[in-house]
């Protein structure tokens, strides 16, 4: 696992020891990033279940204001901390210890809101509709701000009940990444 582009390329990142995360892999990560890499510089971006901290440190590797990943598991929060500290990027990187619903109701609390939000839970979780509706109702998500879902390519969404729109959906083999703005905002897709 490493960075792939902008200011910390080719830096190698810890893993999580064990099964316990599953870090995205590099190919789907590259293309996610290639697709959005117009939007990164100086937006604020949060990483909602944060496993290894890849996934941010990609974001302000590739010129990300700010990151904030959320993680409750303490050998995953120490291997972020380590690759946080590795890639040198300790003032742009904010990693909250906690459940991320709570997580995501201090957020809420602080008036925050992040222009890009990826949300990427254990696959078999459940937890997808439940993180779009907290992210919905602390209104985390800046006006023209967009949300990255990671899950199995079999995974079912429902978002009719939701202010958010699938607008975009790419499968990278067993995995499938989910484009979704407000429903609201009308733009050309990234």
Do not use: W
Not at 95 to 122: C, E, T, W
């Amino acid at each position: 696992m490493r960075i792939i582009a902008g200011h910390n390329r080719g830096r190698k990142l810890k893993s999580v020891p064990g099964m316990k995360t599953r870090p995205t892999a590099d190919r789907v990560k590259e293309a996610v990033f290639s697709s959005i890499d117009g939007l990164l510089y100086g937006c604020r971006f949060l990483d909602v279940f944060g496993g290894t901290g890849s996934i941010s440190l990609e974001a302000v590797s590739r010129g990300a204001e700010e990151a904030v990943i959320l993680e409750k598991d303490a050998d995953a929060l120490k291997v972020i901390q380590e690759n946080i500290t590795a890639c040198g990027q300790q003032q742009r990187c904010r990693v909250m210890r906690g459940d991320s619903l709570s997580s995501l109701n201090a957020l809420g609390h602080q008036g925050k809101q992040f222009d890009l939000i990826y949300v990427d839970p254990p696959y078999q979780s459940g937890l997808y509709e439940t993180v779009l509706q907290k992210i919905a109702s602390e209104n985390l998500l800046a006006k023209d701000g967009m949300i990255l879902l990671e899950c199995a390519k079999n995974t079912s969404l429902s978002v009719e009940n939701s202010i958010f729109f699938i607008y975009k959906e790419k499968n990278y083999g067993d995995t499938r990444v989910v484009y979704m703005k407000y429903k609201d905002i009308e733009e050309d897709t990234p």
